[in-house]
């Protein structure tokens, strides 16, 4: 083969392959068959329907309504099924984090007395907790969470 044929070749592979990517299909594979059919494949992909999107329900996109059981958008405050008022996902997402907040604040103010009856000096400054040991050690503690678990490791 001349070296004009081959480049003719992989330059109509290469088109297959763009072709085939714009309609959604394996860019690689068309490459290969443009270069092996080259006037084949190039008018095949052409002609081909591009390949739709899978856009099947996931956990990400969808929950199920609670009155009728299908399957509807996460953010959707109507069901498009039975018409049941829907409470967003992310409204109730973020409920559940300003439980889990207050749950955590609740716990870190009784390790804070339990801590102080058994000789620690402890200050809050901020969201940080100043923690002073009986022995002399100091400690900084950034958030909530990590003054629960120091604490519980002490008490």
Known sequence: MSAELVLIVIVIGVITSVVAQ?????????FLLGTLFPAFALLIVSVMPAEKPDNSPTPETHVKCPD??????????ICKHCRCKLMPTLIVESVAVKKATIVELQSAESYHSALLKIGYKITRK???WEVREPLGGRL?????IDFVEYASSKV
């Open 68 to 77: 009728c059981k299908e399957l509807v958008l996460k953010d959707a405050t």
């Open 126 to 128: 901020g969201s940080n």
């Open 140 to 144: 900084t503690l950034k958030t909530d």
């Open 22 to 30: 714009l309609r959604g299909r394996n860019g690689v594979a068309w």
